[in-house]
């Protein structure tokens, strides 16, 4: 099931942060859409990739995107459906049950905002 995957997702991440600390970067997907220029250049430095401001410009690009969310692609980054879910909160009640406690989840993104 659906909360079955959850709890192996939350399992595995809690395990690697308790087993190497600090090594894994977190983003809350939150973070990244209210500050996107902001975040790219850190993920990236993080990552081990150079910057390149086109990164911010990847909805722009005409080259083809393979996956089923091509039109997102195309949109950019926007915040405008962080909360779409809630439409649709009586229908995941039960899910919401089989999370159990772990549907609150503190997590906070680990890398700062750039400061340039």
């Not at 399992?11 to 973070?31: A, N, S």
């Not at 500050?35 to 722009?60: S, T, Y």
């Not at 009586?90 to 906070?108: A, T």
Request: overall charge positive; aromatic content about 10%.
């Amino acid at each position: 099931s659906l909360a079955r995957l959850y709890h192996g997702y939350r399992d595995v991440m809690e395990h690697w942060d308790k087993v190497l600390p600090g090594r894994v970067t977190h983003i809350r997907y939150e973070d990244l859409v209210k500050d996107f220029p902001g975040m790219a250049p850190k993920i990236l430095e993080k990552a081990g990739v150079p910057w390149d401001p086109a990164v911010l410009e990847f909805h722009q690009k005409k080259h083809a995107v393979n996956t089923l969310s091509t039109t997102q692609v195309r949109k950019g980054v926007y915040s405008h459906h962080l909360k779409g879910w809630k439409r649709y909160e009586e229908f995941l009640e039960p899910l919401l049950k089989r999370i159990g406690s772990r549907v609150e989840f503190k997590l906070s993104t680990s890398l700062a905002p750039s400061t340039s």
